[in-house]
Nanobody
Framework: VQLQASGGGLVQAGGSLRLSCAAS????????MGWYRQALGKQRELVAI???????NYADSVKGRFTVSRDNAKNTVYLQMNSLKPEDTAVYYC??????????WGQGTLVTVSS
């Protein structure tokens, strides 16, 4: 599975961004896709995931502000981020969880939220 993420950038606090992650390769092996982030000096953390059945899960810190969705026809998962805060600044990574506990990662896209 190959993942190509895009959509990061610089935005003011309160603004919005949408991240996209296009998957290719062994698409049928994917059970869930999602987004993680890693801020400078911190560990990578889960932001949001969506399963192949459409179930979603969010970190408490983004609930009500971020929405994860997927377009199966395009093999793409999205992360709509609204009401962004400076503490959302991080490198965001797309993840695909596949069968046999295999994990695949995109290249990361930087999101910077200015105060």
């Amino acid at each position: 599975v190959q993942l190509q993420a895009s959509g990061g950038g610089l935005v003011q606090a309160g603004g919005s961004l949408r991240l996209s992650c296009a998957a290719s390769g062994s698409i049928l092996s994917i059970n869930a896709m999602g987004w993680y982030r890693q801020a400078l000096g911190k560990q990578r953390e889960l932001v949001a995931i969506i399963t192949s059945g459409g179930s979603t899960n969010y970190a408490d810190s983004v609930k009500g502000r971020f929405t994860v969705s997927r377009d199966n026809a395009k093999n793409t998962v999205y992360l709509q981020m609204n009401s962004l805060k400076p503490e959302d600044t991080a490198v965001y990574y797309c993840n695909a969880a596949a069968v046999r506990s295999r994990n695949f990662w995109g290249q990361g896209t930087l999101v910077t939220v200015s105060s």
